[in-house]
């Protein structure tokens, strides 16, 4: 049954179990971890589409779903909690014959073809749910209106270096994809797929159902449904994205990301009141500093309490730091406790773990090793005992 149209649907990926972030995801998936002192990743795309006027919105889980549908909740504190449009949690589900598990992105928007119908849109908006990045959708779609595209990839020019780590798009003069290389060892260009993808639906559908109907495929849009539509001519073109834009998915890259917020240069702004990011957020008490506390260049979000000293730091809610205890370039997830003379550097602190007395994790490292930091990482709810040692580039806890 169709109801109110809409021009464009978003579906939202966000079932990825996310393993290169260990202990940080054994129970959650990877866009529902916590960033930025009182969000969680998934808070980025969700304010995107709400910024960019997309009030419509299939969020597709399937890996550890339950924080994350718990938190989405009716999808009020985005604004999508609507009578037309809103928010809608989507994982696998039975059928009337079988049901299956989502096999890959481009499968997981075809077990959902009937939502999208329901609203008969002529354009259909992927992302993901995993990404940190603050981007007008609206623009890209008037950018593919004006293209007469059939597809429209948002990119972005990454260091040649970096190049072989994506989907590399090259392209004419006036963005036109006439080729699509998946992970290239020696890329041609350095304009890389964001993941980001506004296809026209009824094109879009017809590829899905036909690559459903493939063996083979691996019912992926990079592998699959892009790789295919280059092949049949469609039009097809690259969306220049300029900006700050962050695939969280590995430790060292979350730990950057954290590294940026505190940066007045990395480009990452949270305090943009033209493009704020919205989050479910627990009701606690203001922070509080103690007169033994030093604080500097650091977040400390609400119902914190802080009698150490902090430096260059990310701190969430709920969370304390007792008296001498010393807080350096770390991030220190909720209710997280890092007690009295303990020590913490270049770290990720878990939510809801201890950190006894004395304790060491972690080393003050001067530069990354092979392009990553070395970060020690606590898993959620572990306890370093009173005095132990956590060194760089440990992971300590967790299944």
């Given at each position: 049954?169709?109801?109110?149209?809409?021009?464009?649907?978003?579906?939202?990926?966000?079932?990825?179990?996310?393993?290169?972030?260990?202990?940080?995801?054994?129970?959650?998936?990877?866009?529902?971890?916590?960033?930025?002192?009182?969000?969680?990743?998934?808070?980025?795309?969700?304010?995107?589409?709400?910024?960019?006027?997309?009030?419509?919105?299939?969020?597709?889980?399937?890996?550890?779903?339950?924080?994350?549908?718990?938190?989405?909740?009716?999808?009020?504190?985005?604004?999508?909690?609507?009578?037309?449009?809103?928010?809608?949690?989507?994982?696998?589900?039975?059928?009337?014959?079988?049901?299956?598990?989502?096999?890959?992105?481009?499968?997981?928007?075809?077990?959902?073809?009937?939502?999208?119908?329901?609203?008969?849109?002529?354009?259909?908006?992927?992302?993901?749910?995993?990404?940190?990045?603050?981007?007008?959708?609206?623009?890209?779609?008037?950018?593919?209106?004006?293209?007469?595209?059939?597809?429209?990839?948002?990119?972005?020019?990454?260091?040649?270096?970096?190049?072989?780590?994506f989907g590399i798009?090259?392209?004419?003069?006036?963005?036109?994809?006439?080729?699509?290389?998946?992970?290239?060892?020696?890329?041609?260009?350095?304009?890389?797929?964001?993941?980001?993808?506004?296809?026209?639906?009824?094109?879009?559908?017809?590829?899905?159902?036909?690559?459903?109907?493939?063996?083979?495929?691996?019912?992926?849009?990079?592998?699959?449904?892009?790789?295919?539509?280059?092949?049949?001519?469609?039009?097809?073109?690259?969306?220049?994205?300029?900006?700050?834009?962050?695939?969280?998915?590995?430790?060292?890259?979350?730990?950057?990301?954290?590294?940026?917020?505190?940066?007045?240069?990395?480009?990452?702004?949270?305090?943009?009141?033209?493009?704020?990011?919205?989050?479910?957020?627990?009701?606690?008490?203001?922070?509080?500093?103690?007169?033994?506390?030093?604080?500097?260049?650091?977040?400390?979000?609400?119902?914190?309490?802080?009698?150490?000293?902090?430096?260059?730091?990310?701190?969430?809610?709920?969370?304390?730091?007792?008296?001498?205890?010393?807080?350096?370039?770390?991030?220190?997830?909720?209710?997280?406790?890092?007690?009295?003379?303990?020590?913490?550097?270049?770290?990720?602190i878990g939510w809801?773990?201890?950190?006894?007395?004395?304790?060491?994790?972690g080393e003050t490292?001067?530069?990354?090793?092979?392009?990553?930091?070395?970060?020690?990482?606590?898993?959620?709810?572990?306890?370093?005992?009173?005095?132990?040692?956590?060194?760089?580039?440990?992971?300590?806890?967790?299944?």
């Open positions: 049954m169709k109801i109110n149209q809409k021009e464009c649907v978003a579906m939202l990926l966000a079932g990825g179990q996310g393993t290169r972030l260990g202990v940080l995801t054994n129970d959650v998936a990877k866009p529902a971890v916590p960033f930025g002192a009182k969000y969680r990743i998934i808070d980025f795309t969700l304010s995107n589409c709400v910024n960019s006027g997309i009030d419509t919105i299939g969020v597709l889980t399937q890996y550890r779903p339950f924080e994350l549908h718990q938190y989405i909740g009716n999808g009020q504190p985005w604004d999508l909690d609507r009578l037309s449009g809103g928010i809608y949690v989507l994982p696998p589900f039975m059928r009337a014959k079988s049901g299956e598990w989502y096999k890959g992105t481009a499968n997981a928007i075809y077990q959902n073809i009937d939502f999208i119908d329901r609203y008969d849109p002529e354009y259909v908006l992927i992302l993901s749910g995993d990404h940190i990045y603050k981007m007008d959708y609206s623009k890209m779609l008037k950018f593919h209106k004006g293209n007469n595209a059939d597809c429209t990839i948002a990119v972005l020019e990454v260091p040649i270096e970096e190049a072989p780590r798009m090259n392209t004419k003069d006036d963005g036109a994809i006439y080729e699509f290389e998946e992970k290239p060892k020696k890329p041609k260009s350095t304009k890389a797929s964001m993941g980001i993808y506004i296809f026209n639906w009824q094109k879009l559908k017809q590829y899905l159902i036909e690559d459903e109907s493939e063996k083979s495929s691996q019912n992926d849009f990079g592998k699959n449904i892009i790789p295919a539509m280059l092949k049949n001519g469609e039009r097809m073109f690259a969306y220049p994205f300029e900006g700050y834009w962050k695939d969280v998915g590995t430790i060292s890259s979350l730990w950057e990301a954290h590294m940026d917020i505190l940066s007045a240069t990395a480009g990452l702004n949270l305090n943009d009141r033209n493009w704020r990011i919205y989050a479910r957020n627990i009701a606690e008490p203001p922070h509080f500093v103690g007169f033994n506390a030093t604080v500097k260049n650091s977040i400390i979000s609400e119902g914190c309490v802080v009698d150490g000293t902090v430096e260059n730091s990310v701190i969430f809610h709920g969370s304390v730091v007792g008296k001498g205890a010393k807080i350096y370039d770390s991030i220190i997830m909720p209710s997280a406790e890092i007690a009295e003379g303990a020590e913490v550097r270049h770290a990720i809801d773990a201890v950190i006894e007395k004395g304790a060491k994790v490292l001067a530069a990354p090793v092979s392009g990553e930091w070395e970060i020690a990482v606590v898993a959620p709810g572990y306890t370093v005992k009173e005095g132990e040692v956590i060194a760089a580039n440990q992971m300590i806890g967790g299944n």
